[in-house]
Each structure stands twice: as structure tokens, then as C-alpha cells.
């Protein structure tokens, strides 16, 4: 007998009375329970239940997917993409890794719509491709997130440093390592609304960057002058270091567009999912293109490539100071800094739920522990949580090893 077609009752639907509908993931009969027969050798599909409260708003939601992934990808990366290949090759790599990612967020959002769960596509891979897939893809996913926070939380110390290297390192990361497991075991409403103003901080700045940096190229500058496409016909500009360049910052900019694809984790605990979720994935492409984009154009018509400095991915010679700088701002290096370390505790905090619901999905799966599912009163994996975050405790290594040192090693 072949399967049915899903329909929206297939997903247990729940009605309120304002109108709103709470969508849980589908019921999926397997063979065992006589909904399908399987091809000699097929395994059967089970999807158990989510039980995962679903608190996060639309607001939220929205915030997350457009500045969630604004970072130190953008903010310090685009100075070695404009060195290493030219304005050219900075904005062409980005459109094309844009484009990518753009096509991967439409099938991934359909998929998180149709079965809207914490798993997301690492779920997806065990369910429609294979089990031992999903297994291997999940755990590696959940490790990356593990390690991503501990990198998050040692490159806050190399950030510190901008300003004083007086304060020890390690009590910064111990600092916010608290706060972020304290703003996601209590509640996922808490790491919603934590996770919407910092993400609302970064598309101001990048607002105001673009507003500023089309006064520059204008003459609003120290100079007094018209800048226009000049920086695209100086030396080897606008291609820099021909195909090898471009390969390079084509490598750069993937790593600026990483953890897009995360925003789909949140629908297992979105508020109607089915209706909230197309409307974040149709705003990708808008974010791509005002966020990442555009930015990267006026990056590459105001700042030669052969600055001095850009080479070192550092605070002071971000693309983004530059801009800052050239329009007369005394205080840019500081302001930029600032804004790097809330993206970075942005980053540090979406690793920190992803990962959870990762371990929590492999612990409801049966390829993980069982206590790794346990949940609080308010339905947060608080398990799967201390265990993500121990991974963290890494940092602390930095204080004898340096922390620059231990940040190149959580990177690779």
C-alpha cells in the first residue's frame, strides 16, 4: 500500500483562540505499524515525537535568520578577501556563495515547513537518504557547534585585548560562558529575545555602514573628495592574483555565509511553524543581497586592496574601521570592536542551542544516551545542554597556551 499524502491534519494541528495554529512534527506510521510496505532490505521510517515547547515568536525568528549570521566572517574576514583578491573577486565570490546558499535555504525551508522539528536537516538526512547518514551527520553537526562556542568564547579574549590586556582572558570567556548557560536553561524564550537584540545591534551597524559609506565614496570623507570606482583600476585591482585569488576568497566567503542553514533548528520550537517559516526563508534572499552584498561593494569601492594591514584580520584594519575612519570618526576602532563582540556572543549563543537540540535529537533517537533528552519544567534539554557547553571549558586552555594559538586550533 502505498503512503498517503500528508495533510495538514497529519501534523496535529492545535487551534487557538486568537486564530494561531501550533503545528507538531507528522506522525509517521512505519512498517511495524502496518502503514507501509517497505522494499526487501528498506528500513523502517520512524520520526518519534518532539516535545519541545514552541515559544520562539515570529519577531524572533525574523531577527535571527536576518542577522544571525552577521559575524566576524563579515566584519574582519572581507579584509583578506580584498587584499588577497581584489574588489572584483571579493564581490563576485560572495554573490556566488550567496546564490548557493540561497537556493540550499529554499529546499532546506520547505523541508522544515513540511516537518517542522529541533533535528532540522540533520534529521532529514537519517529520514529520507539514511539512518546511518543521519547518525554521522548529527553527531559531527553537534561537535562542530560543541567547538564553535569554545572558539567563540577564546576569540572574545583576543578581542579584549583591542583594549587592555591588563584583565586575564579567561575570566571574560568564564564571564559570558555563565551568562549564555544561564540564558538558555531557563527557558527558550530567553535565548529568543537575547538572540534578537544582538542580532538587531548588527543589522544596525551594517544599516549605517551602508548609509555612511555611500556618503564617502560621495566626498563626505576627511579629504574632501570623490572617490567613485577609483579603487577598481589601481595596480592588479579590480582581479587580484588572477584565479588563484579569486579561489581564495571564494574559500572566504563560504566560511562568512556558514550557520545560515541553522535558522531551520529553531522551527522545532517556532509558533506555527507552517506560516512563519517561508516568510523568514523568502527574507534570505534580501539579507543576502542588502547584508552581504552590498556591503561587500562599498567595502571594495572605498578601500584600496593594497592597504596596509588588511592581511591581519585585525579590529583596526577591518574594511569596516576604514569606512568608519574615513568619514571622520575618531572612535571607529572601538565602535567595530564592539560590535564584533556581540556577534561573537550572537555566534557563541546560537552554538549553544543548536548543539543542544542536536545532542537532544540523537538522545530521542536512540544514538545518544538517553539522559541526554531529560527535560526541564519548561521543556528545555538541560542535559544536553551542560554537556554541549563542557566542551567550552576549552577555553580556558588559553591561559597557557595563548589565545590566539588555541583559536587557529578550534578553527581547523
Request: net charge neutral.
Amino acid at each position: 500500500m502505498a503512503q498517503e499524502t500528508s495533510h495538514p491534519k497529519d501534523f496535529g494541528e492545535e487551534t487557538h483562540h486568537d486564530g494561531s495554529r501550533d503545528v507538531s512534527p507528522p506522525k509517521i506510521k512505519c512498517a511495524a505499524e502496518g502503514g507501509i510496505n517497505l522494499e526487501e532490505g528498506q528500513r523502517p521510517c520512524l520520526l518519534l515525537a518532539d516535545k519541545l515547547a514552541r515559544r520562539l515568536s515570529a519577531r524572533q525568528v525574523q531577527m535571527i535568520a536576518i542577522g544571525g549570521t552577521i559575524g566576524t566572517g563579515l566584519f574582519l574576514g572581507t579584509s583578506k578577501s580584498l587584499s588577497t583578491g581584489g574588489p572584483a573577486s571579493m564581490l563576485i565570490s560572495y554573490a556566488l556563495v550567496g546564490l548557493i546558499v540561497f537556493i540550499t535555504m529554499l529546499s532546506l525551508g520547505e523541508m522544515a515547513a513540511f516537518v517542522p522539528i529541533a533535528g532540522s536537516f540533520c534529521t532529514f538526512a537519517g529520514r529520507f537518504v539514511d539512518d546511518a547518514f543521519g547518525f554521522a551527520l548529527t553527531w559531527n553537526y553537534w561537535f562542530n557547534d560543541a567547538v564553535s562556542m569554545a572558539s567563540d568564547l577564546v576569540a572574545l579574549q583576543l578581542i579584549l585585548h583591542y583594549w587592555t590586556t591588563q584583565f586575564p582572558g579567561w575570566g571574560l570567556s568564564l564571564i559570558f560562558w555563565v551568562l549564555l548557560v544561564a540564558a538558555n536553561i531557563v527557558t527558550v524564550r530567553i535565548y529568543g529575545e537575547l538572540e534578537y537584540w544582538l542580532s538587531l545591534l548588527k543589522v544596525i551597524t551594517i544599516i549605517i555602514f551602508i548609509i555612511l559609506g555611500i556618503a564617502v565614496n560621495c566626498g563626505a570623507n576627511t579629504d574632501n573628495r570623490y572617490i567613485g570606482g577609483q579603487n577598481w583600476f589601481i595596480g592588479d585591482a579590480p582581479f587580484v592574483g588572477g584565479i588563484g585569488g579569486f579561489a581564495s576568497v571564494f574559500v572566504t566567503a563560504a566560511f562568512a555565509y556558514g550557520g545560515t542553514e541553522s535558522i531551520a533548528i529553531t522551527a522545532g520550537e517556532t509558533k506555527d511553524p507552517a506560516r512563519t517559516l517561508p516568510k523568514v526563508i523568502r527574507n534570505v534572499f534580501w539579507r543576502i543581497l542588502l547584508f552581504y552584498i552590498l556591503s561587500v561593494l562599498i567595502l571594495g569601492l572605498n578601500v584600496p586592496y593594497a592597504t596596509s594591514g588588511l592581511n591581519e584580520r585585525e579590529t583596526s584594519t577591518s574594511p569596516f574601521t576604514l569606512v568608519f575612519q574615513m568619514a571622520g570618526s575618531t572612535a571607529a576602532g572601538s565602535f567595530i570592536n564592539a560590535v564584533i563582540m556581540t556577534s561573537v556572543l550572537s555566534a557563541g549563543n546560537h552554538a549553544l542551542f543548536a548543539g543542544t537540540r542536536l545532542l537532544y535529537t540523537l538522545a530521542v533517537d536512540r544514538h545518544a544516551p538517553k539522559s541526554f533528552s531529560t527535560l526541564n519544567k519548561n521543556q528545555v534539554p538541560w542535559i544536553a545542554l551542560l554537556a554541549t557547553s563542557a566542551i567550552s571549558i576549552l577555553c580556558f586552555g588559553a591561559s597557557f597556551i595563548g589565545a590566539g594559538q588555541l583559536w587557529t586550533w578550534l578553527q581547523k
